[in-house]
């Protein structure tokens, strides 16, 4: 059992920044990719940003060159910073982690909200 715990949503002004962290009970060794996922009110979730274990990362297109997901494995830790933001990243932010071992785990979920 991995347990992920989110920290650093919270209210911000558009334009504005924040830096969400992902803490995992496993080594980041352990782990091959952590990944940033969202949910709007009525929406799907959808994925936001990855990086698997050697440090390559991937984003969804509308957060592109505004968003930067990090790994830090001295402190298990994933961040996702998060620049230029708009009141369409409203939504729940869930890190997510596909460890070695198998099986998919999700964190409980941070609140980004952005207002206008």
């Known amino acids: 059992q991995v347990q992920l715990v989110e920290s650093g949503g919270g209210l911000v002004q558009a334009g504005g920044s924040l830096r969400l962290s992902c803490a995992a009970s496993?080594?980041?060794?352990?782990?091959?990719?952590m990944a940033w996922y969202r949910q709007a009110p009525g929406k799907p979730r959808e994925l936001v940003a990855t990086?698997?274990?050697?440090?390559?990362?991937n984003y969804t297109d509308p957060v592109k060159g505004r968003f930067t997901i990090s790994r830090d494995n001295a402190k298990n830790t994933v961040h996702l910073q998060m620049n230029s933001l708009k009141p369409e990243d409203t939504a729940v932010y869930y890190c997510?982690?596909?460890?070695?071992?198998?099986?998919?785990?999700w964190g409980q979920g941070t609140q980004v909200t952005v207002s206008s």
């Open positions: 997510n982690a596909w460890p070695r071992a198998g099986g998919r785990y």
């Open positions: 496993l080594s980041m060794i352990d782990i091959l990719r």
């Open positions: 990086i698997n274990n050697a440090g390559t990362t």
